[in-house]
């Protein structure tokens, strides 16, 4: 791909910088790009795996100390009850 074709996808603000750190070489700063996409997707997978992780871990916590039933169709019949239910526990526990 042509350079202003990539910049004309991508946009000529968002290539600067890349353009920038190539000294003006656009082969180089297309290059850098890519660079930068694959590390973003690397880094991507370990947000991913983490905020999974976080999420379970905070919903077994909520589970063992508060009796959460989470978002299923039992605790569709109880709702806003519920929530409510956590919340006041939640809070207690600040004081």
């Given at each position: 791909?042509?350079?202003?074709?990539?910049?004309?996808?991508?946009?000529?603000?968002?290539?600067?910088?890349?353009?920038?750190?190539?000294?003006?070489?656009?082969?180089?700063?297309?290059?850098?790009?890519?660079?930068?996409?694959r590390l973003s997707q690397e880094m991507f997978t370990i947000v991913s795996?983490?905020?999974?992780?976080?999420?379970?871990?905070?919903?077994?916590?909520?589970?063992?100390?508060?009796?959460?039933?989470?978002?299923?169709?039992?605790?569709?019949?109880?709702?806003?009850?519920?929530?409510?239910?956590?919340?006041?526990?939640?809070?207690?526990?600040?004081?």
């Amino acid at each position: 791909m042509e350079y202003l074709e990539f910049e004309r996808i991508l946009s000529a603000k968002r290539m600067q910088r890349y353009k920038d750190a190539a000294n003006g070489e656009t082969r180089k700063a297309m290059a850098l790009y890519r660079y930068s996409l694959r590390l973003s997707q690397e880094m991507f997978t370990i947000v991913s795996c983490f905020e999974v992780a976080l999420r379970n871990a905070i919903d077994g916590l909520l589970v063992t100390t508060f009796s959460w039933m989470g978002i299923d169709s039992r605790s569709m019949l109880y709702g806003l009850d519920h929530v409510q239910s956590v919340c006041t526990k939640i809070n207690s526990l600040k004081e």
